[in-house]
């Protein structure tokens, strides 16, 4: 079963603006994950943040954890044509004492020129 | 130059056949992982392993078979059992620690035809 759900399941906005992605988990988590995967591609490590973490910054991304809530948000600022992918998060449940994750569905983010 | 890789990138399959699809990785991970992934969804684990000699079921194990004899080598074997095999999947390794990112293999995508 999939523990995290995106949403939206797709975003398309124009280059130079931000794009905002929602994760909400079901469990209790030890951490929750971000990753990139572009089209047809394997999925690339974004940044990992900590139930004990509320906030993270990795470049132009910005991820915030509110585990009383059980989500969490991907900001990515000043998008750019290359941050045209698909975007996951994974999250690593309390009950799984050895790190297995559980993926969301995604959201499906276009930049446009 | 580290990483993770599959091959084949692209693999077609008559109906009844039994095929390989192999993974590599030289980061010295102790943890690989494999995942099926369909269009517009998120990733579901087939098997995993933590060790040499030694691996696990995940969430959709039926139809499918994987072998761990060496540390950097986790091929996976999709039978004629598994009933749906046309996917894209991906393999992964991590140090097995808690809250570890995943590094993905480029993936091979199976079609049966």
């Known amino acids: 079963s999939q523990q995290g759900e995106e949403d939206p399941q797709a975003l398309s906005i124009q280059e130079g603006e931000n794009a905002t992605m929602n994760c909400s988990y079901k469990?209790?988590?030890?951490?929750l994950q971000w990753y990139r995967q572009n089209s047809g591609r394997g999925l690339v490590h974004l940044i990992l943040i900590r139930s004990n973490e509320r906030e993270k910054h990795s470049g132009r991304l910005r991820v915030t954890l509110d585990t009383s809530k059980k989500s969490s948000s991907l900001l990515i600022t000043a998008s750019r044509a290359a941050d045209t992918a698909s975007y996951f998060c994974a999250t690593d449940a309390t009950l799984d004492s050895w790190g297995k994750l559980q993926f969301g569905a995604g959201t499906q983010v276009v930049v446009t020129p | 130059d580290g990483g993770i890789t599959q091959s084949p990138k692209y693999l077609f399959r008559k109906e009844g056949q039994n095929v390989t699809l192999s993974c590599e990785q030289n980061?010295?991970?102790?943890?690989m992982y494999w995942y099926r992934q369909d269009p517009g969804q998120g990733l579901r684990l087939i098997y995993y392993s933590q060790i040499v000699n030694d691996f696990q079921k995940g969430d959709i194990a039926e139809g499918y078979s994987v072998s761990r004899e060496k540390k950097e080598s986790f091929p996976l074997t999709v039978t004629s059992a598994q009933k749906n095999p046309t996917a894209f999947y991906l393999c992964?390794?991590?140090?097995?620690?808690?809250?570890?990112?995943?590094?993905f293999g480029p993936g091979t995508r199976l079609t049966v035809l």
């Open positions: 469990t209790s988590i030890n951490n």
């Open positions: 992964a390794s991590s140090v097995i620690l808690q809250g570890n990112e995943q590094f």
């Open positions: 980061l010295n991970h102790d943890a």
